[in-house]
């Protein structure tokens, strides 16, 4: 016996710059997820036996409601712009929304102009992991979380967020402001924070038209010197895609368990040698390609599994899911005017001429060793890297190779950069060898705060405002 329930994901036709007419399904305020997306039609679950005779009516008579926006607060604000890079691409008004968190003393500082920290990752209702009220002593703690084996998992979230409220308005805490960033578009919750040809110019839009945007509202410096990135996992990655391909308008990034930086590692697939994207070939035999472990290297599922799951969600990289948006932001624009595949969805056979489109555009380590003559002097000091070395979908194997090349082009990374893995420690490790990492991934802001600071000082030019937020 199943539950069976009917979901109705809305598409919307748009009609695009180049002349292509799609079929997509919009943001509406949720950040992309069909689930929960406003106006999407659903059923009341239905009980069925396989194999019973008969037709299974299912009833569309529920809708998802609106979503409701996030209010301002005292620390806390909300901006939404309307891009013009965007809206040109897509043919329609096309948004950027950000939540800021304002420093300590904002209003008692008005002479004080403040260094930008840029917090990437998914999409976030609000600003994630502040909270000005400790939690409730009397909160329920019965609640159980596999991946991390313990109990009062939500308490322990909530008590995080407002030990970093204690933080953020101590004494003795770097005033800058952090910003994370709404830009959920048609295929995904974001968009990886760069240019693409299925997508358009996030990568432009987000650096020359929104993060100007805040500064001035908000009192930036508004320097590359007084700009940092960091993130975990899509937020990893496109924290050092962000430095890569913008060396000069960001002072350093630090990317923890970032999506695969080297398509060599892309996840368990070479993209540019193995054949197919779902098996290893030999001989006599193929074994099917893992694509998710536990820290003992149990593995739970294949890359296969994942692709096919993301084929009934959705076809032409629709499916709102991890490997479907790698492809709709790497790949280049296919016959049909949707993101041409990297590898057949039901097969795994990989398309060569996709991957060299994709190596030559989003491979992060290869265009940084093509480039290093180039962007290699507005790097220099500026990378870091955290991965743990049992990173549940196997992102510490990209990073390896990312550090082979750094080594190669930087005499003591510790002197510069670092990278540097966690022992044991699964995915959203942060760099933390002191902490488990249910507790060391929510503590992005503190971690790297602090870093940020050692850097502006180290790097800020001579006549710099290092001393109006220094209060």
Known sequence: EYFAQAVLHRYETFKLKDGRVLKLPPDRGEGQNWRTAPGNFYSVPVKVTVGQRGEIKVNLTRANPPIEPPKNTKYVKHVRIQSKLLSEFWGRPMYLGTHVLLPEGFDAHPEARYPLCVFHGHFPADFDGFRTEPPDPKMDTTDYIERFKIYGYKKRV?????????????????????????????YYDDSYAVNSANLGSYGDAITYELIPYIEQQFRGIGQGWARFLYGGSTGGWEALAAQVFYPGQYGGCFAACPDPIDFRAYTTVNLYKDRNAYYTEGAFKRVPKPGHRDYLGHVSTTVEAMNHLELVLGTHSRSGGQWDIWEAVYSPVGPDGYPKRIFDKTTGDIDSTVANYWRNNYDLTHIMQRDWVKIGPKLEGKINIYCGDMDNFYLN????????????????MQAGGEVTYGDRAEHCWNGDPTQPNYISRLRYNTMYVPKILKLIEKNAPKGADVKSWRY
Request: no cysteine.
């Open 158 to 186: 909530q008590q995080e967020a407002y030990d970093f409220y204690k933080t953020w308005t101590g004494p003795n805490f770097p005033r800058m402001l952090i910003i994370e960033i709404q830009h959920a578009n048609p």
């Open 397 to 412: 194997n990209a990073v390896y190779l990312a550090e082979d090349f750094l080594k190669t082009k930087t005499k003591n």
